[in-house]
């Protein structure tokens, strides 16, 4: 059953309130997305004009339909760009603290660091790294338990893709190693 204005927050109990500085403020995170959609929307609208974004005598162009989905879209960003210029002189809110900043990066670079790894190891090895790694240092389990999950999780992996269904996966020099 639900209570009304009871907010779930998901985090440890025991841990002090977040009051470390703010990396960035809320106002300032919205209008550089907007401005950035904004811009997004404006080149759609300028390259779906150059294709054809009128109606002919057959029916409409191949851009008539895009250019003005980019039409509203550049609409709407200006008119939330507007309202967060109008809101200039209010207190703004932090969108995001150093500490939050942290645990988010946490997850972020070892996610990005993937991608090349898996290039040169494989997706199988540089899985294994990523679980094991996440367990260990960001989740705090033991080493052993990382180590045992990561490689179960990779063998499972493995055994869907490679023996499964036969899918092929960027591979290293283990799984060469192995034959595969």
């Not at 009871?6 to 919205?30: C, H, L, M, W």
């Amino acid at each position: 059953m639900s209570v009304p204005g009871v907010e779930i927050v998901a985090g440890n109990p025991e841990e002090p309130p977040d009051d470390s500085p703010a990396v960035a403020g809320q106002r300032n995170v919205e209008m550089v997305t907007l401005a950035v959609i904004l811009s997004f929307a404006l080149l759609m609208a300028w390259d779906n004009w150059r294709t054809g974004a009128r109606w002919e005598s057959t029916g409409p162009q191949a851009g008539y339909f895009p250019f003005y989905v980019s039409l509203i879209l550049a609409g709407a960003c200006i008119f939330g760009l507007v309202g967060q210029l109008r809101r200039l002189r209010e207190e703004d809110k932090p969108f995001v603290r150093v500490n939050q900043f942290k645990r988010v990066m946490q997850v972020f670079l070892p996610t990005l660091l993937f991608v090349p790894v898996t290039q040169y190891l494989g997706l199988y090895v540089a899985s294994f790294a990523l679980v094991t790694g996440f367990m260990y240092f960001v989740g705090h389990i033991k080493a052993w338990k990382a180590v045992l999950t990561g490689y179960v999780f990779s063998l499972l992996i493995f055994l869907l893709f490679e023996v499964a269904f036969s899918v092929i996966m960027p591979k290293g020099p283990l799984e060469r190693a192995f034959g595969y």
